[in-house]
């Protein structure tokens, strides 16, 4: 099993970039396919982006490609999701995820283990 926690989440303004941490517990985090969402209120969680465990390049939700990017660092158990040229529409709670050997998939109900969440929030 693995515990998801996020950090690095704060209020930016629009243009700017932020790096959200995901520090993942367990001696077995490679084995882990690692992706993060996000979630508006009232509005469904979206898929972010997701590195395999695997390796290689990640994959990203439509339109953030280019401007997010995904890695993992596997001797700190920590996933990172570097965002850049923020604008306010990425206003959101930013969550990670985890799923033991699984690919990068876009759904919420793939994903077995879950953090708590980080809010990040761009001004105009």
């Known amino acids: 099993q693995v515990q998801p926690v996020e950090s690095g989440g704060g209020l930016v303004q629009a243009g700017g970039s932020l790096r959200l941490s995901c520090a993942t517990s367990g001696s077995s985090f490679i084995t882990y396919t690692m992706a993060w969402f996000r979630q508006v209120p009232g509005k469904e969680r979206e898929f972010v982006g997701a590195v395999s465990w695997r390796g290689g390049s990640g994959r990203y939700g439509s339109s953030l490609e280019g401007r997010f990017t995904i890695s993992r660092d596997n001797a700190k158990n920590t996933v990172y999701l570097q965002m850049d040229n923020l604008t306010p529409e990425d206003t959101a709670i930013y969550y990670c995820?985890?799923?033991?050997?699984?690919?990068?998939?876009?759904?919420?109900?793939?994903?077995?283990?879950w953090g708590q969440g980080t809010q990040v929030t761009v001004s105009s």
């Open positions: 995820a985890a799923r033991q050997f699984g690919s990068t998939a876009a759904s919420t109900q793939l994903y077995d283990y």
